[in-house]
């Protein structure tokens, strides 16, 4: 059975006004299909527009021209409010600066989007001890982010991406500031979700993480998609 298209793009576009004169065209003209339960890795060099790409897909900001569509909602039509529910329902976020709660501890900061969900106590506390146990951060739980790693704090942030039982996950350059044997622990539990039929989407300029996890790898150059690869074969 063929998976579903779960995001498509219609000729977007994405302009910056520098001012009354100039603007930057960040995006020039994307048509995109993306499957449920693929693992999509978006490489380009810095500047090349696959930062932008990832928050129009994802509902962050909106574009100039064209449409972004998740299933049959087209995220243009959405109210602000409805993106910010669509986003905090539908989709997690892993960045490369881990965006953490100094003063949190790493359940509490697990925790959050669950509040923002008014999801009650008992279920929080199901959500949150699975998603840490999935990445292996049972027993760090009551830690602060100073009294963890690097990829400690970076395993927290996945946690927080998928202890809403998101669709999609995105991921913004989620190992530029790991090291190489902590990468690998990351990129294989992204490689768990998409296993689990999630869709990942991970915009990166490292091209050899892609290659080896991704099932295709789109090129983007000055806003443009210059090249697509399907790197592995469905399984049959």
């Known amino acids: 059975m063929e998976n579903k298209i779960i995001i498509r793009t219609e000729n977007l576009h994405k302009d910056f006004i520098l001012n009354k004169e100039s603007k930057v065209s960040a995006i020039g003209g994307i048509d995109l299909n993306i499957e449920q339960g693929e693992f999509v890795a978006?490489?380009?060099?810095?500047?090349?527009?696959?930062?932008?790409?990832?928050q129009?897909?994802?509902?962050?900001?909106?574009?100039?021209?064209?449409?972004?569509?998740y299933r049959n909602t087209n995220l243009n039509k959405l109210s602000n409010k409805e993106r910010a529910a669509f986003r905090n329902k539908e989709i997690g976020f892993v960045f490369q600066s881990f965006f953490v709660e100094k003063n949190l501890t790493a359940y509490e900061n697990v925790e959050i989007p669950l509040l923002i969900q008014d999801i009650d106590k008992k279920e929080r506390e199901r959500r949150i001890e699975l998603a840490l146990s999935q990445v292996g951060l049972s027993k760090r739980k009551?830690?602060?982010?100073?009294?963890?790693?690097?990829?400690?704090?970076?395993?927290?942030?996945?946690?927080?991406?998928?202890?809403?039982?998101p669709e999609?996950?995105?991921?913004?350059?989620?190992?530029?500031?790991?090291?190489?044997?902590?990468?690998e622990i990351i990129m294989e539990l992204f490689t768990k979700m998409k296993n689990e039929n999630k869709t990942v989407i991970m915009v990166t300029h490292n091209e050899t993480d892609a290659r080896k996890y991704a099932d295709r790898l789109i090129?983007?150059?000055?806003?443009?998609?210059t090249s697509e690869e399907k790197l592995k074969d469905e399984q049959a």
């Open 142 to 165: 009551d830690h602060k982010p100073r009294e963890m790693s690097g990829g400690e704090i970076q395993r927290v942030c996945i946690a927080r991406a998928m202890v809403t039982d």
């Open 42 to 54: 978006i490489v380009g060099r810095s500047g090349s527009g696959k930062s932008t790409l990832m």
């Open 219 to 225: 090129r983007i150059q000055d806003g443009k998609i």
């Open 168 to 183: 999609v996950i995105f991921a913004d350059e989620p190992t530029g500031q790991l090291d190489f044997a902590t990468s």
């Open 56 to 69: 129009l897909l994802s509902g962050i900001i909106l574009p100039t021209q064209g449409d972004v569509y």
